[in-house]
């Protein structure tokens, strides 16, 4: 448990931190916002004024998928929590595919499945203009069940799979994957846009 201290440090100067992953704010419009970005209105711009330009930001194509853009913080830090942050965006098929085909470079990722498309000058400088439409948050620290309720409440639901425990929390648009081995991610959308996101679990539990 001394692992998890980061999310579990109730002293006056964690209170006063922003940026932490459990200050999900609802906006009158709908929208959350997390780590200091409005997720479905802030630009890959504005997440670089916000966290800053030390950043990866490419296409990340898994074998047979077209892939995602995704930027790509890997020292995520705010106070004694750290880990890794990877942005999202909603942009198109046909445009991710112009992007590889436009790439200046590509290499497998250090899985060996994945592929990772360098973008062009000049592409790079377009994409900054795309929205964020997800946040995935992947914590240095171990996090356990009792960690999960004290800092986020009790899920609306829980998906329990195969060596993993999906806690849903839909008013905020998080979901959080407990593993028994490997690493937590949190996945943070638009409210509006949870379903969606819980959809290929809602499939896997009905095959359970």
Avoid: C
Wanted: cysteine-free; overall charge negative; glycine content about 10%.
């Amino acid at each position: 448990m001394l692992a998890a201290l980061p999310f579990l440090d109730q002293s006056g100067e964690s209170e006063t931190l922003t940026g932490l992953p459990w200050q999900v704010e609802t906006l009158p419009d709908g929208i959350t916002r997390v780590f200091g970005l409005q997720i479905g209105s802030s630009r890959l711009t504005d997440v670089l004024d916000i966290l800053g330009s030390d950043m990866d930001l490419a296409i990340i194509a898994a074998p047979d998928e077209v892939g995602n853009l995704e930027m790509y913080y890997g020292h995520y830090r705010t106070g004694l929590l750290s880990g890794k942050l990877v942005l999202q965006t909603g942009i198109g098929e046909q445009e991710i595919i112009r992007l590889r085909e436009n790439s200046v470079n590509s290499k497998y990722m250090a899985s060996g499945q994945a592929k990772k498309y360098i973008l062009s000058p000049d592409d790079l400088i377009h994409v900054l203009n795309e929205t964020v439409t997800g946040v995935t948050f992947i914590p240095v620290v171990n996090l356990d069940e009792e960690v999960i309720l004290a800092r986020f409440g009790e899920p609306d639901r829980r998906i329990q799979l195969t060596g993993v425990t999906h806690y849903l929390y839909p008013r905020i648009g998080l979901e959080i994957a407990l593993h028994e081995e490997g690493k937590e991610v949190l996945q943070y959308v638009s409210p509006h846009a949870f379903q969606q996101l819980i959809k290929p679990l809602e499939k896997e539990e009905g095959r359970h």
